[in-house]
Every structure is written in C-alpha cells, then in structure tokens.
C-alpha cells in the first residue's frame, strides 16, 4: 500500500513511518501495515474510534426487519 490505512494519505517519503502487525488470518502473507508515526499515536489516543451515527432510520428499519422475521416464523410454523 502507498497509503496509510489510518488517515488515508500518502506515506510519502519525508514521513515518519511504523509497522503495525496484523493478523495473519485476516491479511494473508502480510507482516504488517505500514502507516504513520503521528497517525499510529493518534490512533493509540483513541482520536481514530468515531463512533458510527445510529439515527432513527436505521433504528426503524431494524424494527421492521425483526417484526418480518417474527412474522414469518409464525407463518411457517402454522403450515
């Protein structure tokens, strides 16, 4: 990767870097990701987490989501 997976920039090469090791399960044949040394601390600080926003859309498709399936289950197990 030419980019830093954290801020997404180029790792250009006046730039601190540093190697974060991943799990070999989930990036295969790779020994770690390289990003920058101000994006790693910043992301060891927690300023990387932001939380995802949960709105009321999400909250209402959820709830139909669930009322189908119940509805369904009923259904099937009546026939």
């Known amino acids: ?6 801020c997404h920039r180029d790792l250009g090469t006046g730039t601190a870097r540093a190697l974060v090791p ?7 044949g790779v020994e770690g990701l390289e ?9 060891r ?5 932001v939380p ?3 709105g009321p859309v ?3 498709v959820a709830t139909v ?4 399936l119940v509805t369904i ?3 099937v197990a009546l026939f």
């Open 58 to 60: 999400s909250t209402l």
């Open 35 to 43: 990003v920058h040394g101000d994006c790693l601390a910043a992301a």
């Open 65 to 68: 989501a669930v009322l189908l």
């Open 1 to 6: 990767m030419n980019f830093c997976p954290l």
């Open 73 to 75: 289950t009923i259904i």
């Open 45 to 49: 600080r927690g300023e990387f987490d």
């Open 52 to 54: 995802l926003p949960r």
């Open 22 to 28: 991943v799990s070999p399960v989930v990036y295969p």
